[in-house]
């Protein structure tokens, strides 16, 4: 197929619409339940207050809003596929913005002093309460007509699009880090599997075993290494030589095609992970992913991934039929003189390269 032939044929597969809308008409879409700002998203985005208030800032003075993306669903409501904090901080300052779906509102927001308007400090949408640091109706009636342009993916469009797009628009932006895009896209196709996903990430051996800093908690590093290990404890040892260059589009390739597929058996992930470290945090403990070193006779340092790969990947293969207890502790401690450790694990060998090689090396050394 020839390049034309590719742009055109992928053109038809997308199919959008757009036009302006008044915050008005986004207000009503929120409370008629006709829109779909998805309300686990908010843990993964961080406007500061100061931002919030930029933002209405923003629409009081009529500076121009970047347009809304929506996804069109079979059922008519619109996903928002970029565009969730704006449309959030503005359901928050109204005072109808959803915490969660039991349908409980957030506390409106008080805003902040701005550059252009040091008067916003205190204000609030309308508080009967406290009227003298509420908006006018002027003021509301200003906001509610600001217009807000929004681009829809139609729903005939191919169903891979708005993930894809989804993914395209955040990656570098409100969100931080490619795995907190991995869980928004996980949540839109998956919901079940997002969950298994968080559930194994907060099992308490997992996390005694991890030992991670407050800042990797907070970059959804925890959600990684059980994405990893769902993908690749029992990945095929030819398909790990067809990585490519990035592993972290791997990831979300490979997360994105076991989300569709209905025969995704979550049983043997959830008990291949549970026992894996289970097992670890009986043996090794907070030490299972540290440097062991010999002449100390004690592990040193922090979390390595590399050591994740191995240990981690290499238990959870053989789940089913594992060394003697005894064993795996000096099966743990000899990893880290093996030769294709030592070749694999150095600085300067990327993850693309050292997978086809260090998790075949733990399902050897686990092997029963």
């Given at each position: 197929m020839s390049l034309q032939d590719e742009i055109d044929k992928t053109r038809q597969e997308i199919r959008t619409d757009s036009y302006s809308m008044s915050i008005g008409e986004w207000i009503s879409l929120y409370e008629s339940s006709e829109i779909d700002i998805h309300p686990d998203f908010q843990r993964f985005f961080r406007w500061s207050d100061h931002q919030k208030s930029t933002f209405i800032e923003s629409l009081l003075l009529g500076i121009p809003i970047p347009p809304i993306f929506v996804s069109q669903r079979d059922d008519g409501v619109w996903d928002v596929v970029d565009g969730v904090q704006r449309l959030s901080t503005i359901y928050e300052?109204?005072?109808?913005?959803?915490?969660?779906?039991?349908?409980?509102?957030?506390?409106?927001?008080?805003?902040?002093?701005?550059t252009y308007l040091d008067s916003l400090e205190g204000k609030k949408w309308n508080d009967p309460n406290?009227?003298?640091?509420?908006?006018?109706?002027?003021?509301?009636?200003?906001?509610?007509r600001s217009k807000i342009a929004v681009n829809i993916v139609e729903k005939?469009?191919?169903e891979m699009i708005k993930y894809e797009l989804?993914?395209?628009?955040?990656?570098?932006?409100?969100?931080?880090?490619?795995?907190?895009?991995?869980?928004?896209?996980?949540?839109?196709?998956?919901?079940?599997?997002?969950q298994l996903m968080r559930s194994l990430a907060d099992y308490e051996s997992f996390k005694k075993c991890t030992a991670l800093s407050d800042r990797l908690y907070e970059e959804q590093y925890d959600m990684e290494?059980?994405?990893?290990?769902?993908?690749?404890?029992?990945?095929?040892?030819?398909?790990?030589?067809?990585?490519?260059?990035?592993?972290?589009?791997?990831?979300?390739?490979?997360?994105?095609?076991i989300a569709v597929n209905k025969k995704l058996d979550y049983q043997h992930i959830e008990t291949a992970f549970k026992i894996t470290f289970d097992l670890l945090n009986k043996i090794t403990g907070d030490d299972s992913f540290k440097r062991y070193k010999s002449e100390?006779?004690?592990?040193?340092?922090?979390?390595?991934?590399?050591?994740?790969?191995?240990?981690?990947?290499?238990?959870g293969y053989h789940y089913k039929s594992l060394p003697k207890i005894n064993q795996i502790s000096d099966k743990i401690k000899g990893i880290w003189s093996h030769p294709t450790y030592q070749k694999w694990s150095g600085a300067g060998v990327n993850a693309a390269r050292r997978l086809p090689y260090l998790i075949p090396l733990g399902r050897e050394v686990f092997s029963p």
């Open positions: 300052f109204v005072g109808i913005l959803k915490k969660d779906e039991s349908e409980n509102n957030t506390q409106p927001v008080a805003l902040q002093k701005t406290d009227k003298d640091n509420s908006f006018t109706q002027t003021q509301r009636l200003l906001i509610k005939e469009s191919d989804f993914q395209r628009l955040n990656t570098g932006g409100s969100v931080a880090t490619p795995q907190e895009v991995r869980n928004c896209i996980l949540l839109m196709l998956n919901k079940d599997l997002y290494l059980v994405l990893r290990f769902i993908l690749l404890f029992d990945q095929d040892e030819l398909s790990l030589h067809k990585l490519g260059g990035d592993v972290s589009v791997f990831l979300t390739d490979k997360m994105r095609e100390q006779d004690s592990f040193l340092g922090g979390f390595l991934l590399s050591a994740y790969e191995v240990v981690a990947l290499g238990i």
